[in-house]
């Protein structure tokens, strides 16, 4: 009797630790990729003219709500906010893509920024001389968040390729369409790439613009800003998802 008494006893203690130990206990669905950009396919290949889609976006924003890329056939800019997929077509328009839409190349990550800067008045040449003079080229990767009103926008998409593809250099010369903004407010997104990941992915700052009511953007070639908050996010970790390419005859 004794010995059923305590066993009691006991089971009620160990129970109650597990549940103070589970008090507070968060679980975050998304650790396994926290500080980890995830690319799909190598810009090489993104550059040889390889557009074929690898990766639907429904699997792509498992690995993370901020970045950006391209759609299958170069059909268009892709921008990741907050987790839901845009495309930006030449006509400068932005919409949501249906989960099943594929991707031959793009960058993710889950963003949590480290470093907030609130600015006044910056043109990109401006914001390079800071981002250079506060981040001097650690070898890390580092996601970019810039959030504001914009007084010009210079931003480029491009329209969807058949085949036999050309390589990016001469879609881009002979069918990207260039554009202006001037006065919105929107959200630019995208990576900043040290030199020891050399060519793998686009060198330096890459990033695509959207709109805050999320109707226009594009892949930036110049800004300046009047207002805006940055946020930068390391990623120690580059993981890439090598693309699968036809057999070679
Ligand atoms: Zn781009």
């Not at 507070?24 to 074929?52: I, K, M, N």
């Not at 993710?108 to 003079?133: C, G, H, I, R, S």
């Not at 110049?222 to 993981?239: G, M, V, W």
Request: net charge negative; glycine share 8%; aromatic share 10%.
């Amino acid at each position: 009797m004794n010995i059923l008494r305590w066993s009691v006893k006991a089971l009620f203690v160990l129970a109650l630790v597990g549940a103070v130990a589970g008090c507070g206990r968060t679980v975050d669905p998304h650790a396994a990729w926290r500080g980890v950009v995830t690319q799909v396919s190598t810009y090489p290949s993104l550059l040889e003219g390889r557009y074929d889609g690898q990766l639907a976006v429904s699997n792509l924003v498992v690995f993370g709500d901020h970045g950006l890329g391209t759609f299958d056939g170069l059909d268009g800019e892709m921008v990741v906010r907050d987790g839901v997929v845009y495309r930006i077509t030449p006509d400068q328009v932005a919409s949501v893509v249906s989960p099943d839409t594929t991707t031959p190349f793009a960058q993710v990550t889950w963003f949590t920024p480290d470093e907030v800067y609130n600015v006044m008045a910056m043109d990109q040449n401006q914001f390079l001389k800071t981002m250079n003079w506060k981040h001097p080229d650690d070898g890390r990767i580092r996601a970019i968040r810039i959030t504001g009103h914009f007084k010009e926008l210079h931003l480029r998409s491009v329209p969807r390729q058949s085949k036999p593809y050309l390589s990016l250099d001469k879609v881009v010369l002979e069918h990207e369409a260039q554009y202006t903004l001037t006065n919105v407010t929107g959200t630019l997104i995208g990576f900043y790439a040290p030199a020891a990941a050399g060519t793998i992915l686009p060198r330096g700052f890459h990033l695509h613009f959207l709109s805050t009511d999320a109707t226009t953007g594009g892949h930036v070639y110049d800004f300046t800003l009047s207002a805006a908050r940055i946020e930068l996010s390391t990623a120690p970790e580059l993981r890439v998802l090598l693309p699968t390419l036809p057999a070679e005859k």
